[in-house]
């Protein structure tokens, strides 16, 4: 159902934005799943990195990227983005798209399903 897109090299400081693809089939309304980013690095557990409510839009952000990320939905395209700015070499992970249990951005939400991922390298 998600596949993600956007992910290269880029320098520190620079900037980057992720898109995923959101496929609806039998039983799978976009409509009623919130949707996010998840990273992981090598050897560690994934990180929450962003989530949109599909019941109101609210969004929410992990400590590490408040105020350099931003997340965004396109209903009209079935997209779901993540532009990624002021990046730090700390912020090389492979990132997932993940669509949620619920509609909601709260920790008990745990993510339903999953993309295969793209790669995001910030090295000079």
């Known amino acids: 159902h998600l596949v993600e897109s956007g992910g290269d090299l880029v320098q520190p400081g620079g900037s980057l934005r992720l898109s995923c693809a959101v496929s609806?089939?039998?039983?799978?309304?976009?409509?009623?799943?919130?949707f996010g980013w998840f990273r992981q690095v090598p050897g560690k557990e994934r990180e929450r990195v962003s989530c949109?409510?599909?019941?109101?839009?609210?969004?929410t952000y992990a400590d590490p990227v408040k105020g350099r990320f931003t997340i965004s939905r396109d209903n009209s395209k079935d997209t779901v983005s993540l532009q990624m700015s002021s990046l730090k070499p700390e912020d090389t992970a492979v990132y997932y798209c993940?669509?949620?249990?619920?509609?909601?951005?709260?920790?008990?939400?745990?993510?339903?399903?999953w993309g295969q991922g793209t790669q995001v390298t910030v090295s000079s």
């Open positions: 949109i409510a599909s019941s109101d839009g609210s969004t």
């Open positions: 993940v669509a949620y249990r619920f509609t909601y951005c709260r920790d008990d939400n745990p993510p339903r399903y």
């Open positions: 609806g089939s039998s039983g799978f309304d976009p409509d009623y799943y919130a």
